[in-house]
């Protein structure tokens, strides 16, 4: 079963036991003690069962079962112990009595319960909620602050059951020596343990908004006091020359709302780079020195340009509020670089990504090498093809219908496919072997050929697919849409068709961990590492952007509230990612490649994996390092952008740099 799986068994077994407990509870405070004790042993089992789930679930990892062995176990194992102890013994008894003339045992009218046989087992359903609730609101890593709430609201919970249940035909009560005036020693008793049980979950209530430190540093040194060292990012500029041959590439791009007419004649409300989406293909030779000139005409949340997966220099990283004041209406930045990293990259604005992005803002960035790949006569086709959704429908580049083209056969073809959604893609490639080049632009080592698999592209991810041109039609199909997507003609063949593509949805799917041959690295998983950093992302309370919100966490904390990680130049760093929830997290980091080292304990086997996005799904471990050799403050966040925006977004910066900006990334709800 994978931790994904395992993780849902948890919670449904989980929620089963609730269930239980309460029913429990339930029939016998309506005196149906032979179904209650059924209930009883029930609920029993499943707390077992969970036992056992979350012993397997701790060989996948600490990070998944913390809080449930720590708190959610032990807490229930107290409270179903004292329901057994309480609850067993009577509902027996009264099951024994009962004439049986009813399934669920009923009682005889007067043969009451004791009042703590039910208290006990809706005692025990309150712990085993309180320990989802921590699971499902909480999570990595426990806190006092949620211990202390669930304990105390379990505790308060008992409290007021034993209360109701004891209020009005408890003859003890009536009895009390003062007579009902005053208070009763039960009622004090009640009292004093109502005022306990309330500033227990008030301390916690209070630390959950306490400030968390504002740095991690992974185990290496702390921040270094040396004055007069510090380098401001707005310092840390591009630009330049361009290498001798080289050529400056100048753009100016006009962020602006447009109506743009797709290939079918759909009209869409986007927001655009020069009225067009994508925006204009920026290219580049390697060493070419690329000037792009942002504009905003008139998108009120304000825009930058982001150079996703480029190495740029820190302060033409486009992350408002970091590196660079957001660009407002009328307003203007310029970037410049020198484009030394050959590949496929795409730029976008990181302003209110989840919307802007979505809504049309970015474009594709690609930079050939000086000599190209290959044989030089050969004939070639390369086609840049970004992928976006637009109101539910498939944009390839800027067409919602099927791209037909010819080639003619032997052409060495070349499909820079890139996702600019905040999901994954399948791609599914037809007709011909393949071999995937290029992985985020970084080429792989020796790929081999491939014929009849799919690929997942991950959110922000790119994949170069190479091939000849076949003598007969080639097709890329994307979400198994066979009627969308590309055709490929040799130009010897015959007209347009517009039949499907082969049905491709049964293909497997590719593992780029296993992909390609090894090769030497600078650094691997047997390197010693400067810096260790663990993100385990999660669903939980957090604040974010100084709310508290249902977000989207890292280690139980949202934006800005996550606490950066400090590098310092020259530092060998790694990351452990850990996704805890049931949703897929696309984790990108600006500024730096990271090697793949392993995913869920098993070490990338295929060609050296250098990313810039990787997907990080439901119940994964994925262990990645990089060199910190390009200084600055950089973000570091999901690439599924609407999660970036609840709360999955912190930054990794490096010693000594500081921002003259206000600090945190800018938001715009
Ligand atoms: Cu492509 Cu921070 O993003
Ligand atoms: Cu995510």
Not at 357 to 363: S, T, W
Request: include cysteine.
């Amino acid at each position: 079963m994978t931790t994904g799986q395992l993780i849902v068994v948890d919670h449904l077994v989980t929620l089963l036991g609730v269930t239980a407990w309460f029913a429990a509870g339930a029939t016998a405070a309506t005196r149906h003690a032979r179904l209650a004790l059924g209930l009883l042993a029930a609920a029993l089992l499943l707390s077992l069962e969970r036992v056992v789930t979350v012993a397997i679930l701790a060989g996948r990892g600490w990070w998944f079962v913390q809080e449930k062995v720590v708190l959610g176990l032990p807490m229930l194992g107290v409270a179903a112990a004292a329901a057994v102890v309480i609850a067993g013994p009577r509902l027996l008894a009264a099951a024994r009595r009962s004439p049986g003339a009813g399934t669920s045992g009923g009682l005889v009218p007067g043969d009451e319960l004791p009042a703590s046989s039910v208290v006990s087992l809706l005692t025990a359903g309150y712990a085993a909620l309180a320990g989802l609730m921590v699971t499902l609101l909480a999570g990595y890593p426990l806190t006092w602050s949620s211990a202390l709430i669930a304990g105390s609201v379990v505790c308060a919970a008992a409290l007021l059951t034993a209360r109701v249940a004891t209020a009005p035909a408890d003859p003890a009560a009536v009895a009390a020596p003062d007579g009902g005036r005053g208070f009763s020693r039960r009622g004090f008793i009640g009292l004093a343990g109502g005022v306990v049980v309330a500033s227990t979950g008030t301390t916690g209530v209070g630390l959950m908004f306490a400030p968390a430190g504002s740095v991690v540093t992974g185990g290496g040194p702390g921040p270094s006091t040396r004055s007069g060292a510090a380098v401001s990012v707005a310092q840390l500029r591009g630009g330049g020359a361009p290498a001798p041959g080289g050529t400056r590439r100048r753009h100016v791009l006009t962020a602006r709302t447009a109506t743009v007419r797709l290939a079918s004649g759909r009209e869409i409300r986007a927001w655009t780079f020069d009225g067009r989406v994508p925006g204009p293909p920026i290219t580049a030779t390697v060493g070419d020195l690329v000037e792009v000139t942002l504009r905003n005409a008139d998108i009120g949340d304000g825009v930058t340009l982001h150079w996703h997966g480029y190495d740029v220099a820190c302060g033409e990283d486009g992350a408002p509020g970091v590196t660079q004041h957001l660009v407002a209406p009328g307003e203007e930045f310029a970037y410049r670089f020198r484009a030394d990293q050959a590949g496929t990259y795409w730029y976008h604005t990181h302003q209110a990504s989840h919307r802007g992005v979505r809504r049309g803002l970015y474009g594709t960035l690609v930079v050939t090498p000086r000599r190209p790949h290959g044989d030089a006569s050969a004939e070639r086709l390369d086609l840049t093809l970004p992928v976006h959704t637009f109101d539910g429908t498939v944009v390839i580049g800027d067409r919602d219908l099927r791209t037909e083209r010819t080639a003619r056969t032997g052409t060495e073809v070349r499909l820079r496919l890139v996702d600019t959604d905040s999901e994954p893609h399948r791609l599914a490639l037809a007709g011909t072997p393949f071999r995937v080049a290029a992985v985020d632009g970084r080429d792989l080592h020796r790929p081999g050929e491939v014929a009849g698999t799919a690929l997942r592209l991950p959110a922000g991810g790119r994949y170069d697919l190479v091939f000849a041109m076949p003598s007969a039609p080639v097709a890329l199909v994307v979400d198994d849409d066979r009627a969308g997507g590309l055709r490929l003609r040799p130009d010897d063949g015959a007209g347009a068709d517009d039949s499907a593509s082969e049905d491709t949805s049964g293909w497997p799917q590719l593992d780029l961990l296993r992909y390609g041959t090894p090769a030497a690295v600078p650094f691997g998983a047997g390197s010693r590492a400067d810096r260790h950093f663990t993100m385990v992302l999660d669903r939980g309370v957090a604040m974010v952007d100084g709310r508290p919100a249902y977000a989207q966490t890292v280690n139980g904390g949202g934006h800005p509230s996550i606490p950066d990680q400090l590098v310092a130049e020259g530092d060998l760093v790694r990351f452990t990612v850990v996704n805890r929830s049931l949703e897929t997290h696309p984790w990108h980091l600006h500024g730096h490649p990271v090697l793949v080292l392993s995913r869920n304990g098993t070490p990338s086997s295929g060609s050296p994996l250098w990313l810039d996005t990787f997907d990080v799904r439901p119940g994964e471990v994925w262990e990645v390092a990089f060199q910190a050799t390009n200084p600055g403050i950089w973000m570091n966040h999901c690439h599924n952008l609407p999660h970036a925006n609840q709360g999955m977004m912190l930054k990794l910066r490096y010693d000594g740099v500081t921002t003259p900006f206000d600090g945190a990334h800018t938001t715009s709800m």
